[in-house]
Structures are given as C-alpha cells and as structure tokens.
C-alpha cells in the first residue's frame, strides 16, 4: 500500500559537476528499480543541474529547505516557488541541523509547509528529539508537537503528498542510528498520531521514513519494521553506490 521510498540529503556537498557525475552513474544503476521511490535532495545551486540529469529516470529532485515568501528583499533566501521552476518536486523541511544551525521553529516550519504545497511541491517534513529528550522521557511529546506544526492548517487532500521523516537528533551524523525497535516505536506512534488527527486513510498511506547513520549494512533491518516505509539518508547519500545498495535494502 505504501511504496518504499528513499531520500537521500545531500547537506552542504557536491558542486554541481559532481553532482551531474552523481546523477548520471546513479540513474544508470536504479535503472531496474520500479517499486521504490527515489529522491534526492542536493545543494540549491545545484538542483536544477540534478534535476536535468535526472529527467525521465522516475527519481524526483527535492530542495533541502525554502523561505515562505514568494519573492523579495529576502537576501540568501530560496523560495519554494524557485526550487519548483528549478526543476524540484519535493522540499525537506525541519530539519534539525535547519533548527538548530538556523533557528528555524516550528512556527516557521508550518510556514514554510503551506508555502511548499502553493508552490506544488511535496514537504518532507523532519521531527525528532535530542538525546537530552529522550534520556528525559521526552521523546513523544517533541515528536507531538513538531508534527502537529507540520500538519497545521494542511487539509486531507495536501496532506496526502507530505512525507515525515523521523530523525532522532542523536541519531544524525553520529554513526548511532536507532535500533530497528526504537525506530518502529516512534514510527507507530507518529501513524498513530496521524490516524487520531487526520483519519485512518491518511495515516495508513503516509510515508514514515526513518533518518540518521543509515548505511548500507544497517538499512535492512530498520526498512522491515512494519511503520518504516523508507529512509532519509545523509552521509551514505553522496556514494552512489553507497546510496544504490541502501536503496536496493528498500526493494527487497
Ligand atoms: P546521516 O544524516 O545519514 O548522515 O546521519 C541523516 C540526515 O540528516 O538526514
């Protein structure tokens, strides 16, 4: 019912010469994946290049964040309106490094929500608590209020494009991922969370993806889990083969 699907986040790496590379030995090697959805999400100045190299290959190019207006006196900023003409479908948004680097809050995350889905494109919206959270019992609640700002104000037929990545903060970047069982459990409670607010339908056909020290040799495992239907990979991202086999992980 639900189509694996997996992202890869390229973070601040890859001009854009290497990103055509990447672009083109990539499609040649998923050429055979039908049943998975592929994206990926490099720097701005490169995704119109990305987005060109992948053209009619059936993997979708996403921007890694946006500004809510349109267009203005907003000098460094990108709007989601930009990144859709660029050739992108999809926008990550909340991303941790995002709030904690940039000081994005939720409110801007809701912002920013609305301004992607006018603009046509499909939020990835990322939640997920500090180890301080966690080892605080925290870990629901934050999850709670995050996703409740990425879904303010959404209505049933925007929300049916929105992917939610679930990202423990500890968990990105640390080479410690999440076990496959704490992963299911905070993916089961956002499904959850989603049937309450939204409605089973909706619920039952969101994309969870888990994020944070995915690699190739630990993909498997974490895809089984019956609330984890793909993955928001980072570092192992920016080896196409790396990112090939996590996405092979996900077909099989
Ligand atoms: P990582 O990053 O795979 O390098 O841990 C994940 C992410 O930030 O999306």
């Given amino acids: 019912m639900r189509s694996p699907l997996i ?86 948004l909340g991303h941790s490094e995002r709030r904690r680097v940039f000081g994005d809050t939720d409110a801007d995350v809701t912002r920013k929500v609305h301004a992607a889905y006018a603009a046509g494109l499909a939020p990835i919206a990322c939640i997920g608590e500090t180890l301080e959270e966690r080892e605080g019992g925290r870990t629901l ?33 640390t080479g410690r991922h999440a076990t496959p069982e704490q992963a299911q459990e905070a993916h089961a409670h956002i499904r959850g969370r989603l049937r309450a607010w939204l409605g089973g339908e909706p619920a039952d056909h969101c994309q969870i993806l888990y994020g944070g020290s995915v690699k190739p040799d630990n993909a498997r495992a ?15 991202s920016l080896d196409p083969r790396g990112f090939y086999a996590i996405a092979e992980a996900a077909a099989r």
């Fill in 7 to 92: 992202a890869g986040n390229w973070k601040m790496f890859k001009g854009v010469a290497d990103a055509i590379a990447f672009a083109k030995e990539f499609r040649t090697l998923a050429r055979d994946f039908t049943e998975i959805e592929v994206v990926i999400a490099p720097p701005f100045t490169a995704v119109h290049a990305v987005a060109d190299a992948l053209r009619n290959s059936g993997i979708a190019t996403a921007g890694q964040d946006c500004y809510w207006e349109k267009d203005g006196a907003f000098t460094g900023a990108v709007s989601a309106v930009m990144l859709k003409e660029a050739g992108a479908e999809l926008v990550i």
């Fill in 141 to 173: 609640e934050v999850l709670d209020t995050q996703l409740k700002a990425a879904i303010d104000g959404v209505s049933t037929e925007q929300f049916a494009t929105m992917v939610v990545a679930y990202e423990p903060v500890w968990a990105i970047g």
């Fill in 222 to 236: 974490i895809l089984q889990q019956p609330d984890v239907d793909g993955a928001l990979v980072g570092g192992a």
